[in-house]
């Protein structure tokens, strides 16, 4: 495994190569406009990480406080020539890592059932409720499955690190 350089994105040049990333990973294949990211973001304060490898993006990750103690991983994107190189594990054990020491207690995400078996190794676990569908993503076969993470925050034993 090739442990990623993982960093918090902080030029416009490095949020611009992870739109650019979201769209080629996620939305593009689907055949959704390149301007669609807005459309699915919520309210919150907004994290956004990247995995570099040899300096050039590979991975990237999207994650926004939705509550006090609370944190939705929006979007997690890894480039096909990068997967199974424990980039998209280390671009959560990122988050988990700057989330936890604020008093995140639960991180939830929105997994395509393609991926949900990626979030169960990471230590997410279905969650009750009705996931959204949408028809872009019906017509390729892709549904989704409600998953959290919890824990306490920052400590011994904290379930959100163990990812």
Not at 6 to 29: C, F, G, I, S, Y
Not at 61 to 77: K, M, N, P, Q
Not at 120 to 129: E, N, S, V
């Amino acid at each position: 495994m090739n442990k990623a350089n993982v960093d918090t994105v902080t030029t416009t040049t490095d949020a611009a190569e992870l739109d650019e990333l979201l769209w080629h990973v996620l939305w593009q294949p689907l055949g959704l406009p390149h301007d669609v990211r807005p459309v699915f973001s919520v309210d919150g304060e907004e994290l956004e990480l990247v995995a570099k490898d040899k300096g050039r993006i590979v991975g990237g990750l999207v994650a926004v406080w939705t509550a006090d103690a609370e944190v939705e991983l929006r979007h997690l994107a890894v480039a096909s020539n990068a997967q199974r190189h424990g980039k998209g594990r280390s671009l959560v054990s990122e988050l988990v890592r700057i989330v936890g020491p604020r008093g995140c207690r639960r991180i939830h995400t929105i997994a395509r059932n393609t991926s949900a078996d990626f979030f169960r190794q990471l230590g997410f676990r279905a969650t009750p409720g009705k996931a959204p569908e949408h028809p872009a993503f019906a017509r390729h076969g892709i549904s989704f499955e409600l998953m959290e993470k919890t824990g306490e925050p920052a400590g011994a034993g904290n379930a959100l690190q163990r990812a």
